[in-house]
């Protein structure tokens, strides 16, 4: 089993373009997450998805957007880079049943802003 | 505000044993968590507690103390690939993860 791909694994940006990070999970989990690290920070959520059809905002969500359409895709999209996006960025699910709800995580995206 | 606390960086030897304290506050608990995450990897879980007490799983232990804010990781009969860092994480009243900035573990021969 997959698990939870994320691609791309690295990618420098140009400040002022968009792009769509992916990420796909085969374990039909019904709770999707995005969240960025940042050295000395702890992990950020920056938006979730609790059902397919359904998204919410976490804590830091400003010039990020996601949509759900299905339950295994949650892309992540930047519609304008800025330099202060440059993080390691990982999505990451949970079956939102069980009463621990542990999150499993994806490998990451690196993404640089220049 | 909500807040987790850990130590930045810690040093121990192999074959020892080590705790990691982990203090927060956060507006509601929900249940309590311990991730670790080698470098340039994703985090993967270790431990839940939800309820006062030890858990033990293997070399790796956690306490939760509610009333105190408190939670540690014991880790014992060290390795060298448990060097890594360990991250805690509180769910709050919404059912939301809060994560601390994570304890980097350097694990000496």
């Known amino acids: 089993t997959a698990g939870i791909t994320q691609a791309p694994t690295s990618q420098i940006l140009a400040a002022g373009r968009s792009m769509t990070l992916r990420c796909t999970q085969d374990m039909r989990h019904n709770a999707m997450y995005w969240y960025r690290q940042d050295l000395g920070l702890g992990l950020r959520l920056i938006h979730y998805?609790?059902?397919?059809?359904?998204?919410g905002k976490g804590e830091v969500p400003d010039g990020y957007s996601v949509s759900r359409a299905n339950t295994d895709d949650f892309p992540l999209t930047l519609a304008s880079a800025v330099p202060s996006q440059t993080s390691v960025y990982f999505c990451a699910s949970s079956d939102g049943g069980a009463h621990t709800d542990t999150q499993y995580f994806g490998p990451g995206t690196r993404l640089t802003v220049l | 505000g909500q807040n987790i606390d850990q130590p930045t960086e810690m040093t121990a030897t192999e074959g020892a044993i080590v705790q990691i304290n982990c203090t927060y506050q956060?507006?509601?608990?929900?249940?309590l968590f311990w991730y670790q995450q080698h470098a340039g990897e994703a985090p993967t879980f270790l431990s839940y507690n939800v309820l006062d007490g030890l858990e033990e799983k293997g070399r790796f232990s956690s306490f939760l103390s509610r009333s105190k804010g408190y939670s540690y990781l014991l880790l014992k009969e060290l390795q060298m690939k448990d060097s890594a860092s360990y991250l805690c994480?509180?769910?709050?009243?919404?059912?939301?993860?809060?994560w601390g900035a994570g304890t980097k573990l350097i694990i000496k021969p």
């Open positions: 998805s609790n059902t397919a059809g359904t998204t």
């Open positions: 956060t507006s509601g608990f929900n249940g």
């Open positions: 994480a509180v769910r709050d009243s919404n059912y939301q993860l809060i």
